[in-house]
């Protein structure tokens, strides 16, 4: 019987990268295979473990791990049977975790992606509500806009439809001669004075145009489609904030149906005291 192999002899011999290679010789196989069993030294060294590895590592999809178990099933038919069967556990194993360790892999990286698209989300969502949040204080603002409006032209009409008492009348006509013009005093006629025109009576005429000019030239009023009362006297009230002191002119034409105007008259008038 031949003596057990020690370290020097299998350094000597190479027989470690030769075992890896299966070029031993039976005999010296398998006294090799019963030493390097119970030697971690040996165990450790052999380039059939680092092969393993770096075989293992390069799998990435199916077809690569399938040509890497055929390539070490194919290396360990050519092992004794205690070797065959401890190396052929050992890849059973590790073949069993790589596709879990690729579906774990795999779950981390959805998750991730999970958490990435949740996150655009929750900012779009963020962004929305800003967006809602800005609308609605501009709503609130351009209601509360409309608000104050409304009351205050409730306010103006109110004062506006408030009952004319006494309000003065002036009847105005056209001049002759040396005929004075008509004074119409600011400081006694209260908050309106009405001017008012004998309109004729003509029933060519279906309605009339009155204009207003003011001292220095300037239209002060003016307005169409107007009538005269059952009196046929054409009557306008101005409020009597309407005047300044100065010289004014009040011009009245009938307009016919089919559009033509003809001028009533011009009638002059001066206005005193304070607006």
Not at 90 to 104: C, D, E, N, S, T
Not at 106 to 119: D, M, S, V
Request: charged residues 25%.
């Amino acid at each position: 019987m031949e003596p057990e192999l020690n370290h020097e002899t299998i350094e000597e011999r190479g027989m470690i990268d030769l075992y890896h290679r299966g070029l031993l010789p039976p005999e010296d196989e398998e006294r090799f295979e019963a030493h390097f069993v119970g030697c971690p030294q040996c165990m450790e060294q052999l380039e059939m473990a680092r092969g393993f590895q770096r075989g293992l590592k390069a799998a990435g999809t199916g077809a690569a791990l399938a040509a890497v178990q055929a390539g070490l099933f194919a290396w360990l038919a050519r092992r004794r049977p205690l070797v065959q069967w401890g190396l052929s556990l050992a890849v059973l194993l590790l073949a069993a975790g790589l596709p879990a360790l690729w579906i774990l892999s795999e779950g981390r990286r959805t998750a991730a992606e999970a958490q990435a698209e949740a996150e655009r989300w929750r900012r779009q969502a963020a962004s929305a509500g800003e967006r809602a949040a800005q609308s609605e204080k501009r709503l609130a603002e351009s209601e509360r806009r409309r608000t104050e409006e409304r009351r205050a032209l409730e306010s103006r009409l109110a004062q506006t439809l408030e009952p004319l008492v006494n309000t003065p009348v002036f009847l105005l006509s056209t001049l002759r001669g040396d005929e004075p013009v008509p004074v119409i005093d600011l400081a006694r006629t209260g908050p309106a004075l009405a001017l008012a025109v004998d309109a004729g009576g003509d029933p060519r005429l279906t309605s009339y145009r009155v204009t207003l000019t003011g001292p220095r030239g300037e239209n002060v009023f003016r307005r169409a489609d107007l009538r005269p009362n059952a009196l046929e006297v054409l009557l306008v009230t101005f409020p009597s904030s309407t005047f300044t002191p100065g010289d004014y002119r009040l011009r009245v034409e009938g307009l016919r149906a089919d559009g033509r105007a003809a001028e009533l008259g011009t009638y002059p008038f001066r206005v005193t005291g304070k607006s």
